[in-house]
């Protein structure tokens, strides 16, 4: 056991929000109800330790519905999908479990409605992520995607007094806001969301993190590179006033050098993070000197979801079978 030299901090919130919590328990109900195998459209949330594990137990990922077998079960994943992955389902008669995050859902509901009223729609989101492809393809012709500030420029809209923001659910709360600031410079009557898009799990924890990031000298953030709001958390750890920052899947991605001459380690999670991942990295720091745990806490998290509706239907079916 190494000298004691240092304490951790632990952010709370951390790890799963409800919507990831929902979603893996939909792919797991899944294999219950209807056997392995259950396909499950792209990943179904953005952590390789919970894909892995679901592979083990019969899951099936894949990138597109066309590689599902016809009739088989497929599972939509929490970041949601466009109406034309709904009716390549349909066509191929796929047994359709949609597990997209109710907090996804209502944006998808917000682009529909501010299409319906013909407003050109600006998303702000990072180019390629599922999220944003599945809400714009909602209304393709009328959103523009805005990818961070450098974006703003050469934003076009038919009427400036027409024109609304919406956003992806996992980004910074204040890259957000700076960008939203910059576009309302260029289109003054630039409508907001009726409520915020950035979901409360994405905000309470890059909150717990700024709380603590100013007594920080490295802030461990577990998460996968695929992640948002976990590469996020990264950014929001230094912009806050820690000396350093990294992300790793596992506490054996951890470089002992990162620990030179630190005091305080911050340790926090993305929000499709199982906790066991933040155990191991606890006592990772534990047996090298840092085994006092400190918990900073942001907010109170009390958010559940209930399942998605075809898998409660289906559970009913069995146990009236069952009876």
């Not at 797991?28 to 459209?41: N, T, W």
């Not at 820690?242 to 005091?263: K, M």
């Amino acid at each position: 056991m190494a000298d004691q030299r240092g304490r951790v901090l632990l952010a709370d919130p951390r790890g799963y929000c409800a919507g990831v919590d929902r979603a893996v328990v939909a792919v797991e109900r899944a294999l219950e109800i209807h056997g392995a195998p259950v396909y499950v459209r792209k990943q179904i949330v953005h952590n390789k330790h919970v894909v892995a594990t679901l592979e083990r137990r019969g899951a099936i990922f894949v990138d597109e519905t066309d590689e599902v077998p016809e009739g088989s079960v497929v599972v939509f994943s929490a970041h949601g999908v466009s109406p034309a992955v709904h009716e390549q389902a349909a066509a191929r008669q796929l047994r359709t479990i949609d597990a997209t995050c109710p907090l996804v859902t209502k944006v998808h509901q917000e682009a529909k409605r501010f299409a319906r009223d013909d407003f050109d729609i600006l998303l702000i989101g990072h180019r390629g992520h599922e999220e944003v492809e599945g809400t714009a393809g909602e209304a393709p012709a009328h959103i523009q995607l805005v990818d961070g500030a450098e974006d703003v420029a050469t934003v076009q809209v038919r009427d400036p007094e027409k024109v609304v923001w919406l956003s992806q659910t996992t980004l910074s709360v204040d890259e957000t806001l700076a960008t939203v600031d910059q576009l309302k410079n260029r289109f003054p009557g630039l409508q907001s969301p009726p409520s915020d898009d950035i979901c409360y799990a994405t905000q309470n924890r890059q909150q717990a993190v700024k709380q603590m990031a100013g007594e920080c000298d490295l802030v461990l953030v577990v998460g996968s590179t695929n992640s948002s709001n976990s590469v996020r958390l990264v950014e929001v750890a230094l912009e806050a006033g820690a000396r350093d920052s990294h992300l790793v899947d596992f506490a054996s991605e951890i470089d002992p050098a990162w620990l030179e001459g630190v005091g305080t380690v911050g340790v926090t999670s993305g929000a499709s993070v199982p906790e066991i991942l933040v155990s191991e990295v606890l006592d990772w720091l534990a047996e090298r000197g840092y085994p006092d745990v400190e918990t900073v806490k942001a907010a109170e998290e009390r958010l559940v979801f209930a399942l998605p509706h075809e898998l409660r239907r289906a559970e009913r079916a069995a146990q009236a079978a069952g009876d």
